[in-house]
Nanobody, 125 residues
Framework: VQLQASGGGLVQPGGSLRLSCAASGFTLGHYAIGWFRQAPGKEREAVSCISNRDDTTWHADSVKGRFTISRDNAKNTVYLQMNNLYADDTAVYYC???????????????????WGQGTQVTVSS
């Protein structure tokens, strides 16, 4: 079971990036998927998640209206589209999988069993 996060990079404020979370060894559609981020010296925080029952999504207030989470079950991949990026969005971004079946996905990192390795997002001019 493995998750691979990719798509990070250096972008100017106001720019966009799309992160991908690809799964191997299991079917991503059976899991709720969360995106988390951790900036230097800060706690890991939830950014967005998508449920496994009906793809209900949740976004943190800090990214609402700018970030969108989605999944493509045919590609066994979940995406995080990030638009209008701010310097405060700079962090290592992680995707994680939670096998709990439900309409709502969890905002707590402690509910997620499998984690990807992280991808660095740097927003700077």
């Amino acid at each position: 079971v493995q998750l691979q996060a990719s798509g990070g990079g250096l972008v100017q404020p106001g720019g966009s990036l799309r992160l991908s979370c690809a799964a191997s060894g299991f079917t991503l559609g059976h899991y709720a998927i969360g995106w988390f981020r951790q900036a230097p010296g800060k706690e890991r925080e939830a950014v967005s998640c998508i449920s496994n029952r009906d793809d209900t999504t949740w976004h943190a207030d800090s990214v609402k209206g700018r970030f969108t989470i989605s999944r493509d079950n045919a590609k066994n991949t979940v995406y995080l589209q990030m638009n209008n990026l701010y310097a405060d969005d700079t962090a290592v971004y992680y995707c994680a999988a939670d096998s709990t079946w439900g309409v709502r996905c969890s905002e707590s990192r402690y509910d997620y069993t499998y984690w990807g390795q992280g991808t660095q997002v740097t927003v700077s001019s």
